[in-house]
């Protein structure tokens, strides 16, 4: 991409796993043996799987903005409203130096929080 271009994220492929959208999760279980996986399904309980409660994350001074984000996740089985300080965010949140607490609302009205810091 040319340096002009925002940063774009893959949506598929992550912390070493492949999650897969629904419809081609029973393919690639038949044709992608380990070390391949495909991420979980839903284990019944909401929750945020990222970012943990409490964790603390540097921002590098080295790097762009652009490339410092934060993957933000949930298992849930249906889609998910993010909202970080109360407004409303893409699941690739751009850091901000600060306390921040991260909300994450599903389909059916579940919810869950955790708080970080960014230094």
């Known amino acids: 991409l040319a340096t002009t271009e925002p940063a774009r994220f893959c949506a598929w492929h992550h912390d070493g796993t492949i999650d897969w959208p629904a419809e081609y999760r029973a393919w690639a279980r038949q044709t992608h043996p380990a070390p391949t996986r495909v991420a979980s399904q839903h284990t019944g309980t909401f929750r945020i799987a990222n970012p943990p409660n409490g964790a603390m994350y ?62």
């Open 58 to 119: 540097l921002i590098d001074p080295t790097l762009r903005m652009a490339f410092q984000t934060l993957r933000l996740r949930a298992d849930a089985a249906s889609r998910v409203t993010w909202k970080v300080n109360d407004r409303v965010v893409p699941n690739e949140w751009p850091l901000v130096r600060g306390r921040h607490t991260i909300t994450a609302v599903d389909a059916r009205g579940h919810r869950d929080t955790v708080k970080i810091t960014v230094k």
